[in-house]
């Protein structure tokens, strides 16, 4: 079984969080990944290996969900330095290490700076430049990830992941540069585009470090074992002929395919075992700002974003049907040192598992996943909110355990107008699949910018205008996207459920305090209004224009 972890770090680069993935038992294995991918990419390999190792994939500073160093440029030496101190943290002592690409090039980084920790370097990959191919990928190959209005640089994106399977270097498109392989699937297109995203205008400083590092004098004096091998369709293959032959550890080897490339990484591997590793630390918090942590339920493990505070009851956050935890961090930092604060990723969104089946995706449903991770955490007593769908989980949390819940916030209600939320359910979040040429991404990113500008999004006439400009910057459209992006067929289901959902019905039943809210702009303030009219019973507020300035109105509710 595969998990996932958060560990907080605090050394040379200050405090910092790593994302990795354990799987396996036995001797200590750390797994390096290419750029600009995460851990996710070596999952295959993963439950290929977990029977011979304990497997330790970090998703690298910067890429996945690991912060970055914070650092404009970085050596290969950098990043191995970086793993060392992971390493240090998880309480492995001496391991063997595999790389994948840029992956490839940090293992023989680190075996060549801590020999004494690696026990063995398998390098499926190694990128070995010349001084006159290092200018020209440095000067074309990592051009700044620029977010623009229109959306366009999504289908710029696009065009280069599916290049960088068809031409290497991926901005050469000749003859020439053609790679002699099937170019990657769409699916495969998408997961790349995802995680290039993620990492945003970090990506470079990950390839950069693997470009300008030169691997000849760290495989001249290497004193651990070394295979570095590449398949032969890998255009990196050619670069093995200019590795050292004669280097007393190191075998360089071509292998035929990928499967023969792994197999020989593996066969390395097994000949110089690492020793045991102890079991994961628990994730510690990040002072003074949001941290994150995995926490399990049944079927798999849920994201959680945290802060913390020396007092007070937990005020819970749930995010709406088409975003995560993420896009509420700034929200909750606002409470950090005044009340302890989260939000989860909800079943399937975000980087939360699907552990609901789509049948399944109910608000109730959602509820009692939320409810397991609730009781993981140890939280008993709480104040709960949320935005749209996420308010109604919030709901439900309440009418399942009134005793549990102290108070409830429903910021941004959903439509409670039948006709309305019918027309909602089957219009205002379509169903779409990645498209091989992406046009799926420009009808994201113009689906989120026009929900910005006009209510409902999809009518667009002058009687819907939403007069607020703060959800129309390019940036706050780009991470709504990225979050469609992620998980698009569960946003979807939890947008339908939310407007299934018997809101007023509910509420009106309920006896735990609650508030409902929304700023003047918004158009769920009419909703708003109307439920509250509905149920007197009700506090209302009027909430200030900016969202990040939220989260202190909901403390002063919950705090009375």
């Not at 050619?238 to 550890?249: I, K, Q």
């Not at 009851?313 to 975003?323: E, I, K, S």
Request: charge should be negative; hydrophobic fraction near 45%; include cysteine.
């Amino acid at each position: 079984m595969v998990t996932r972890h958060f560990v907080t770090l605090d050394g040379q680069w200050g405090p910092r969080q790593v994302h990795y993935r354990r799987a396996g038992e036995g001797p200590a294995l750390l797994m390096l990944h290419q750029s600009p991918k995460s851990s996710a990419d070596l999952l295959p390999l993963i439950h290929a290996w977990q029977s011979q190792f304990t497997i330790i994939a970090p998703d690298s500073p910067g890429f996945g969900l690991s912060d970055p160093l914070g650092l404009a440029h970085a050596s290969m030496e950098t990043f191995a330095a970086a793993a060392l101190e992971l390493a240090d943290a998880l309480g492995l002592r001496r391991f063997g290490v595999f790389g994948f690409h840029t992956g490839a090039s940090m293992a023989v980084a680190l075996a060549r700076t801590a020999p004494e920790r690696v026990t063995a370097c398998a390098a499926n990959g190694l990128v070995s430049l010349t001084a006159a191919e290092r200018e020209d990928i440095l000067a074309h190959y990592l051009p700044p990830l620029e977010i623009l209005p229109d959306g366009s640089h999504l289908a710029a994106l696009w065009n280069r992941m599916r290049d960088q399977s068809v031409f290497f270097p991926w901005y050469r498109r000749t003859p020439e540069a053609r790679m002699d392989l099937d170019p990657a699937c769409t699916e495969a297109v998408q997961d790349s585009l995802v995680e290039l995203l993620r990492a945003g205008d970090h990506y470079r400083v990950g390839y950069r470090a693997a470009f300008t590092f030169d691997p000849e004098p760290a495989l001249v004096g290497m004193t651990v074992p070394t295979l570095v091998t590449a398949a032969a369709p890998d255009p990196l293959v050619a670069h093995l002929a200019r590795l050292p032959a004669d280097a007393a550890a190191v075998q360089v080897r071509t292998s035929a395919d990928g499967q023969g490339a792994n197999a020989a990484c593996l066969a390395q591997l097994q000949r110089h075992p690492g020793d045991p590793v102890p079991p994961p630390p628990a994730t510690a918090p990040l002072a003074g700002q949001a941290w994150q942590r995995m926490v399990e339920v049944p079927g798999g493990q849920l994201r959680v974003h945290q802060v913390d505070a020396p007092t007070g009851r937990p005020l819970l956050l749930q995010h709406d049907a088409t975003g995560s935890g993420a896009l509420l961090a700034p929200m909750l930092g606002a409470l950090a040192g005044r009340r302890p604060a989260l939000s989860i990723d909800l079943a399937g969104h975000g980087d939360s598992d699907a552990v609901l089946a789509p049948e399944e995706m109910t608000i109730e449903r959602h509820r009692e996943v939320i409810s397991a991770a609730l009781a993981k955490l140890g939280i008993d007593g709480l104040d709960a909110g949320g935005f749209g769908a996420g308010g109604l989980v919030a709901l439900e949390l309440a009418r399942a355990a009134p005793g549990q819940v102290h108070r409830l916030v429903l910021a941004e209600p959903p439509a409670s107008d039948p006709d309305l939320a019918a027309e909602l359910r089957e219009q205002g979040l379509p169903a779409w699949q990645a498209q091989w040429y992406g046009g799926h991404l420009l009808l994201c990113w113009h689906m989120v910018r026009d929900q910005a500008l006009f209510h409902p999004w999809y009518r667009r006439r002058r009687a819907g205008i939403i007069w607020q400009g703060a959800r129309m910057a390019p940036e706050e459209i780009h991470a709504r996207v990225l979050e469609l992006q992620k998980a698009p067929e569960a946003t979807r289901l939890t947008w339908q459920a939310q407007c299934d959902y018997p809101l007023a019905e509910r509420l009106a039943a309920l006896s735990v305090p609650t508030l409902l809210c929304a700023p003047r702009w918004s158009p769920a303030m009419a909703h708003a209004e109307a439920l509250h009219a509905a149920q007197p019973h009700c506090a209302f507020q009027v909430l200030p224009e900016a969202p990040r300035d939220w989260a202190p109105a909901f403390a002063e509710f919950c705090d009375r």
